[in-house]
């Protein structure tokens, strides 16, 4: 299958092809787009990593694909690497489209919140990611796999750095082995875990600015249950790969509410804020951050750049 887009339904682990191009992978919420760039209903056992590569605030999945798999031909890992771009649509994705009614769609910023699908079932996009790091984990569909790379640019950004910090536990993973890494490429915004912020500000002028996504408070439904999660977030497998042109204050993309100007002007200064603020709370941190020289807000130069993909084809 060459990029094919297929789309991931529920829970089960049949598929059903809707079209010579698309397929169903099911599950029980509602069907989630997915562009891939192997044939993932059948076994693959020259696959040793999965990279699950997701979008920015364009919701531009294909784009993501591509650059995944150009990243990965370029490291010379394009047989081994099954790349997965999942894509969250909003409702006037759907409306503009023409999908199916069984197609999921958050709303505009609930996707990267973590926030349920309005329709036509309810699932967090984090859940819906949940579901993917699930199937991977079939040793009869991936019995070479080794590690799954969750990474994310812009938005995308946004989701895996969240996602990181609220994820389940998949004790499979850890029974067979298989590296779980995460990737956060140019955010605009973190979720903290205290109500310090590395900008003055007056909290009467900005009363949400510790609630969820940029901080605990107020946590989504998905994080029911969730325990220790500072202490699990540090303890995970977290790079923060930063362009260091990504500088303009101005970026059309780039939050500039209160809650996100509290963690600085633009977009590499609120990772190197961010990576310091961990540090100061956890002296013997594990994660690392990685700059990109020459690159601005970009999410294909970002992955396809030597420093990408080293992050995410390590050799």
Not at 143 to 169: C, T, Y
Request: glycine residues 10%; contains cysteine.
């Amino acid at each position: 299958m060459n990029k094919r887009w297929g789309l991931l339904l529920g829970l089960m682990v049949s598929c059903s092809t809707l079209a010579a191009d698309l397929d169903r992978f099911h599950l029980k919420a509602g069907d989630l787009s997915v562009g891939l760039s192997q044939d993932w209903r059948q076994p693959l056992p020259g696959v040793t990593r999965a990279l699950i590569i997701v979008h920015g605030r364009l919701r531009d999945a294909q784009t993501y694909l591509e650059s995944g798999e150009r990243a990965a031909a370029n490291a010379g890992q394009g047989a081994n690497t099954l790349v997965i771009a999942p894509r969250f649509l909003i409702e006037s994705d759907a409306r503009h489209e023409h999908v199916d009614d069984q197609v999921l769609r958050w709303t505009d910023n609930g996707w990267m919140a973590g926030e349920p699908s309005t329709a036509p079932g309810h699932i967090s996009s984090y859940g819906a990611l949940d579901q993917i790091i699930k199937h991977l984990g079939n040793r009869r569909l991936f019995p070479s796999l080794k590690e799954i790379v969750v990474a994310g640019h812009s938005g995308g950004g946004q989701v895996v750095q969240r996602f990181a910090l609220l994820s389940h536990d998949h004790p499979k993973l850890q029974a067979e082995a298989i590296r779980l890494r995460y990737v956060v490429a140019n955010p605009s915004s973190y979720a903290y875990f205290t109500p310090q912020r590395p900008v003055k500000f007056d909290p009467a002028t900005c009363p949400g600015f510790n609630d969820w996504k940029y901080g605990l408070n107020k946590l989504p439904t998905y994080a029911k249950g969730a325990v220790q999660v500072e202490q699990t977030y540090v303890s995970r497998d977290i790079t923060y790969l930063l362009g260091q042109q990504d500088i303009d204050p101005k970026h059309h993309a780039l939050d500039i509410g209160c809650e996100a100007e509290a963690q600085g002007a633009y977009r590499l200064v609120r990772g190197h804020n961010y990576f310091d603020y961990l540090k100061q709370r956890h002296p013997q941190l594990g994660h690392q951050l990685v700059e990109v020289p020459g690159v601005g807000h970009n999410g294909d130069g970002m992955f396809t750049s030597p420093e990408g993909q080293k992050v995410l084809f390590p050799q």
